[in-house]
């Protein structure tokens, strides 16, 4: 039920995104006197239809965005059909009649709402107060676990680099008091990155001071002291009807090792199931001091991987939202490093750093993932839900929008690239030269389609 919750949420969040991406081109086509012909709200069969004007509006069958059908397929097939070397004959409002500056304006006002619809729905996101995990201000170096987040013998962690040590605790950085990891983490997304940072640590009842200097992630540009928070091991709930359920587990239990490893923090645990599993032995201290061992077989996802059904304890806090002008501001630096980080992805595709299958999502596993974490957020709280809805919303809003200006044929770039030719040359294309670039886009999206059904198929099955 869940998951088909899930789906079914994030097919509605993507529709919306769609249809604002195409909403963009209705508004600005019809401003600069260009037909729009059909606008779908959905695909499909159609299940209800109405005119205004010179457009058809559709409702279709599948909630997955929609389509806006410009004026101009008639006049390319006609001259294709007679074999013209040109546009002999062109209809009044076909976008091959508009001056190449306004079908510019036109191909780029869909990403364009996107990006002001991001900008928007962002602003609540900042807005809204909200409850948030508020954990002690206790360390994990993350070389620890090398496995688990993805680091060679190679890598450089600069916590590790300073002299810090796992079970830390950190109690200031640059001489400012880190009374919990969040505050520690903000503190360090504040300061320069090119500079070391301070921390004063308490570490065996004795107080000392290390300095780290930050490293810069490549793919999304972000700066990382390969810093975590330190977790402890006590059970806070059990899903009903899960396994471990089942086998015996209850608030309050204290996991002392897992597959016969011992666990000190969280991480342990995500060790203890990396390999997937058919079995997990989990070795308790109940809250009156008992000792027992259980075994479960664990649920696992739709990828295949182990997911275990309980949590555990953490002290969760209420965050004050952000005023009005704060929130703006933060709406925009948020549009803006997305659209960085996005265009950041796509050199990894040529270098090989990532395979296009990873970055690339298929409508389902898009549909699912979006649902999934809303779902889950709304499970903490209305307003963690609402937020959430926001921040999703926000972040489809503006991959659609750099998506559609790669300038791949049929693509908004694409488009945009070819009418500013045109703008330069002064004259159209022929229409055998819009056929075949129609051709080659079309061959293009099939194949990017194909990468995101692979990736879709390798993560669910």
């Known amino acids: 039920m869940n998951m088909m919750v899930s789906f079914i949420i994030g097919f509605i969040g993507i529709g919306i995104m769609v249809s604002i991406h195409e909403l963009g081109h209705f508004l600005v086509a019809k401003a600069v006197s260009i037909t729009v012909e059909v606008f779908a709200f959905g695909w499909g069969k159609t299940l209800v239809r109405w005119r205004r004007g010179e457009t058809e509006f559709r409702l279709n069958m599948l909630p997955m965005g929609g389509y806006c059908r410009l004026k101009g397929s008639g006049d390319?097939?006609?001259?294709?059909?007679?074999?013209?070397?040109?546009?002999?004959?062109?209809?009044?409002?076909?976008?091959?009649?508009?001056?190449?500056?306004?079908?510019?304006?036109?191909?780029?006002?869909?990403?364009?709402?996107?990006?002001?619809?991001?900008?928007?729905?962002?602003?609540?996101?900042?807005?809204?107060?909200?409850?948030?995990?508020?954990?002690?201000?206790?360390?994990?170096?993350?070389?620890d676990y090398p496995t688990l987040f993805s680091l060679s013998s190679d890598d450089i962690v600069p916590a590790k680099a300073g002299g810090l040590l796992t079970g830390d605790t950190i109690?200031?950085?640059?001489?400012?008091?880190?009374?919990?990891?969040?505050?520690?983490?903000?503190?360090?997304?504040?300061?320069?990155?090119?500079?070391?940072?301070?921390?004063?640590?308490?570490?065996?009842?004795?107080?000392?001071?290390?300095?780290?200097?930050?490293?810069?992630?490549e793919t999304t540009g972000r700066i990382l002291f390969g810093l975590t928070s330190y977790v402890d091991p006590i059970v806070a709930t059990v899903e009903p009807l899960a396994p471990e359920t089942i086998a015996g587990l209850s608030a309050g239990d204290r996991i002392v090792s897992i597959q016969g490893l011992p666990v000190n923090n969280s991480l342990d645990i995500s060790l203890g199931i990396e390999n997937n599993p058919l079995e997990i032995e989990l070795e308790l201290i109940r809250a009156a001091g008992e000792r027992r061992t259980i075994t479960f077989s664990?649920?696992?996802?739709?990828?295949?991987?182990?997911?275990?059904?309980?949590?555990?304890?953490?002290?969760?806090?209420?965050?004050?939202?952000?005023?009005?002008?704060?929130?703006?501001?933060?709406?925009?630096?948020?549009?803006?490093?997305?659209?960085?980080?996005?265009?950041?992805?796509?050199?990894?595709?040529?270098?090989?750093?990532?395979?296009?299958?990873?970055?690339?999502?298929?409508?389902?596993?898009?549909?699912?993932?979006?649902?999934?974490?809303?779902?889950?957020?709304?499970?903490?709280?209305?307003?963690?839900?609402?937020?959430?809805?926001?921040?999703?919303?926000?972040?489809?809003?503006?991959?659609?929008?750099?998506?559609?200006?790669?300038?791949?044929?049929?693509?908004?770039?694409?488009?945009?690239?070819?009418?500013?030719?045109?703008?330069?040359?002064?004259?159209?294309?022929?229409?055998?030269?819009?056929l075949r670039i129609q051709t080659i886009g079309v061959y293009v999206i099939i194949v990017l389609m194909i990468l995101a059904v692979i990736g879709d198929f390798r993560y669910f099955f």
């Open 76 to 143: 390319l097939k006609r001259a294709i059909d007679n074999h013209l070397d040109s546009f002999s004959f062109i209809e009044e409002g076909s976008i091959f009649a508009a001056h190449p500056f306004k079908r510019i304006c036109t191909y780029i006002a869909g990403p364009i709402a996107n990006i002001l619809f991001a900008l928007i729905v962002f602003v609540p996101f900042f807005l809204l107060g909200y409850m948030a995990p508020s954990d002690p201000n206790r360390v994990v170096v993350t070389s």
């Open 171 to 217: 109690l200031s950085v640059d001489g400012i008091k880190t009374p919990d990891f969040q505050t520690m983490q903000e503190v360090l997304a504040s300061r320069s990155p090119k500079t070391a940072a301070v921390f004063k640590v308490s570490r065996n009842q004795q107080e000392l001071e290390f300095q780290a200097t930050p490293v810069k992630e």
């Open 298 to 434: 664990p649920y696992k996802n739709m990828d295949g991987t182990a997911q275990l059904q309980f949590t555990l304890q953490r002290s969760v806090s209420y965050h004050e939202g952000k005023t009005f002008p704060a929130a703006l501001k933060e709406s925009g630096k948020q549009v803006f490093a997305t659209i960085g980080s996005t265009f950041a992805l796509i050199p990894s595709l040529f270098t090989g750093m990532l395979r296009p299958e990873e970055v690339l999502s298929g409508p389902l596993r898009l549909s699912y993932l979006i649902g999934d974490m809303t779902n889950s957020s709304l499970q903490t709280g209305i307003l963690n839900g609402i937020r959430m809805v926001f921040y999703l919303l926000g972040m489809v809003s503006v991959s659609l929008a750099v998506a559609n200006l790669l300038p791949i044929p049929a693509l908004d770039g694409g488009l945009v690239l070819l009418s500013t030719l045109e703008l330069i040359r002064g004259r159209l294309l022929s229409p055998k030269t819009y």
